[in-house]
């Protein structure tokens, strides 16, 4: 390797040198790093699309609410319904009890 090679080296790898660049390399440059943004922005809509696929969500939560009730061997576990049933159960009378006292209050 040359002397001169080793100084383009030490130039082009030490971050403190500065050298000038014509006005066509800054505009190339620019380009370069615009084309690459552009780039890089259609991936991250192309991954926020597929992430936040509506269908997508949806059959994921499916999975999850029928691995909450089912077991690893496909029988229903009866504990976790009868917990959901006394909840949706609990909730419709508290919202009824919560009606009739309006109605009451109306009066």
Known sequence: ????????????DAPTAKRSRSVAEIEAEI??????????????????????DPRRLLQRQLVRIRGFYV???????PERVVVTVGVVVSVVVVRRAATRRRRRSRR
């Not at 380009?31 to 936040?52: H, I, M, P, W, Y």
């Not at 077991?71 to 576990?77: K, S, W």
């Open 1 to 12: 390797m040359s002397d001169e090679d080793r100084q383009t080296l030490a130039v082009a």
């Open 31 to 52: 380009a370069a790093s615009r084309d690459n943004l552009v780039k890089t922005v259609g991936e991250l809509q192309v991954a926020v699309r597929v992430a936040f």
């Open 71 to 77: 077991d690893e061997y496909g029988g229903v576990r």
